[in-house]
């Protein structure tokens, strides 16, 4: 059982920055592969970046650029660096973590870019 709780989310005005941040326990020694989606409203939920055992980074063409990843496998923990961000960002953020053909998801932050 893995539990996620992600946090950093709110409300930031176009070309602002924001940082995720998302906290794993539970069983999860081992290789595994954490990262974020994200869903806004009407549309489905899509990857915006995942990293694993290397730390290398992989983003939606979306994020390119503009967002970073990062982990603490000493915390288990996972981050998301959000720079120069648009109103189309705006979107709940889902922090989710694979592992053993399982994934698990956290309970979302909203994040809202205001024009």
């Known amino acids: 059982q893995v539990q996620l709780v992600e946090s950093g989310g709110g409300l930031v005005q176009a070309g602002g920055s924001l940082r995720l941040s998302c906290a794993a326990s539970?069983?999860?020694?081992?290789?595994?592969?954490m990262g974020w989606y994200r869903q806004a409203p009407g549309k489905q939920r899509e990857l915006v970046a995942m990293?694993?055992?290397?730390?290398?980074?992989d983003y939606a063409p979306f994020a390119k650029g503009r967002f970073t990843i990062s982990s603490d496998s000493a915390k288990n923990a996972v981050y998301l660096q959000m720079n120069s961000l648009k109103p189309e960002d705006t979107a709940v953020y889902y922090c989710?973590?694979?592992?053993?053909?399982?994934?698990?998801w956290g309970r979302g932050t909203q994040v809202t870019v205001s024009s």
């Open positions: 539970g069983s999860i020694s081992g290789t595994y592969i």
């Open positions: 990293v694993g055992s290397t730390n290398r980074g």
């Open positions: 989710y973590l694979f592992k053993d053909s399982r994934t698990s």
